[in-house]
C-alpha cells in the first residue's frame, strides 16, 4: 500500500515558480511511476506529465512542456515538480498520482493534493 | 490529443436507484479506461481500470462497460455515500485525458 504526502500550499506571484513534493513510502520508490495531475477551481482533471523514479526519464504534456521540471531523489524517495513563469491560470490544486507501467497508466495512488495559488 | 465526453454533467437520484455515465471518447480507445470518484476537497479513488475490471475494494454495486469509444459507468443501488463527481480517463495512448465530470447528486 503506497502513502504519497506531498508538500503544502503555496502562494506565488505571476512569473515567479513553484515547486511541489511529494514524498512516497510503502513500496519501493522506483517500482512506479509518478505522474502530475492538477485541477483548477471548480474545473476538470488536467494531466502534466511523468516521471520514472527508476529511470529518472519524463514526459510533460504539451501545454506546459517548456515550463515544467520533474525531478527525482532516490534518497529521499521524493518527486519533485517545478513549474515556472507562472500565471493566473496555473492557480489549482496539483496531485501527484502513480502507476505501476508507464504504457498504460491508470492512477491507483494518489496524493492528498497541494494548492498552489497565483495572485 | 484524445477528447473525453462525458454525459450527463450532471444526474439528479435517489438512494436506491440504479444510474448510468456515459464517456465517449473522439477515437477509439480499445478498453484503456479508467473511472474515478471524487468527493469535494478529496484526491480522486480509482473504480475501474481497463473499462470493467473493479479496484480491489470498491463495491461490486459499480461496474463497467464498452469498449472502442463508447463506454459506461453503471451504479447498481445508488447508496448515500456514492453522491459525488465522476470522471473519465483513457490512457491509451498520452496525455491522458479526463472526461469534465459528472456530479451525482441527491434528487
Known amino acids: 500500500q503506497l502513502q504519497l504526502v506531498q508538500s503544502g500550499a503555496e502562494v506565488k506571484k505571476p512569473g515567479a515558480s513553484v515547486t511541489v513534493s511529494c514524498k512516497v513510502s510503502g513500496s519501493s520508490f522506483t517500482t512506479y511511476y509518478v505522474h502530475w495531475v492538477r485541477q483548477a477551481p471548480g474545473q476538470g482533471l488536467e494531466w502534466m506529465g511523468i516521471?520514472?523514479?527508476?529511470?529518472?526519464?519524463?514526459r510533460y504534456a504539451q501545454k506546459v512542456q517548456g515550463r515544467v521540471t520533474m525531478t527525482t531523489d532516490t534518497s529521499t524517495s521524493t518527486v519533485s515538480m517545478e513549474l515556472s513563469s507562472l500565471r493566473s491560470e496555473d492557480t489549482a490544486l496539483y496531485y501527484c498520482?502513480?502507476?505501476?507501467?508507464?504504457?498504460?497508466?491508470?492512477?491507483?495512488?494518489w496524493g492528498q493534493g497541494t494548492l498552489v495559488t497565483v495572485s | 490529443d484524445i477528447q473525453m465526453t462525458q454525459s450527463p454533467s450532471t444526474l439528479s437520484a435517489s438512494v436506491g436507484d440504479r444510474v448510468s455515465i456515459t464517456c465517449r471518447a473522439s477515437q477509439s480507445i480499445s478498453r484503456w479506461l479508467a473511472w474515478y470518484q471524487q468527493k469535494p476537497g478529496k484526491a480522486p479513488k480509482l473504480l475501474i481500470f481497463?473499462?470493467?475490471t473493479l479496484q480491489s475494494g470498491v463495491p461490486s454495486r459499480f461496474s463497467g462497460s464498452g469498449s472502442g469509444t463508447e463506454f459506461t459507468l453503471t451504479i447498481s443501488s445508488l447508496q448515500p455515500d456514492d453522491f459525488a463527481t465522476y470522471y473519465c480517463q483513457q490512457y491509451n495512448s498520452y496525455p491522458c485525458t479526463f472526461g469534465q465530470g459528472t456530479k451525482v447528486e441527491i434528487k
Open positions: 516521471i520514472s523514479p527508476g529511470s529518472g526519464g519524463s
Open positions: 481497463t473499462a470493467s
Open positions: 498520482a502513480t502507476t505501476s507501467t508507464e504504457l498504460y497508466p491508470y492512477f491507483d495512488y
